[in-house]
């Protein structure tokens, strides 16, 4: 399966962006989903995951009540709408779909990157103070 993120861009801190991520290849609908960021220096970190039906998410703490994680199974694609941005959410966000539809309810399952098995490439989210 290819992923392929798009939505990102430059952003005051304070404002919005919807990312997107679109699955070709084969369908993830039955397949859990995540986003993850990496900044320049820094580590990759989790930022948020959906069940397949969407029934179950997870963020990290650092982007709670923020970030709002969902999924549209029949175009095949998850999306994270952001708002209240900060110049610390800057990075490369990347989607990734997990081997499993669900995590079991279980966060370090969810922001485990080794529970995923298909990466996409990344857009790039900059938000200036």
């Known amino acids: 399966v290819q992923l392929q993120a798009s939505g990102g861009g430059l952003v005051q801190a304070g404002g919005s962006l919807r990312l997107s991520c679109a699955a070709s290849g084969r369908t993830v609908s039955r397949s859990g989903m995540g986003w993850f960021r990496q900044a320049p220096g820094k580590e990759r970190e989790f930022v948020s995951a959906?069940?397949?039906?969407?029934?179950?998410?997870y963020y990290a703490d650092s982007v709670k009540g923020r970030f709002t994680i969902s999924r549209d199974n029949a175009k095949n694609t998850v999306y994270l709408q952001m708002n209240s941005l900060k110049p610390e959410d800057t990075a490369v966000y990347h989607c990734?779909?997990?081997?499993?539809?669900?995590?079991?309810?279980?966060?370090?399952?969810?922001?485990?990157?080794?529970?995923?098995?298909?990466w996409g490439q990344g857009t790039q989210v900059t938000v200036s103070s």
């Open positions: 990734a779909a997990a081997k499993t539809p669900y995590y079991g309810g279980i966060y370090a399952y969810a922001r485990d990157p080794v529970r995923y098995d298909y």
């Open positions: 959906i069940s397949w039906s969407g029934g179950s998410t």
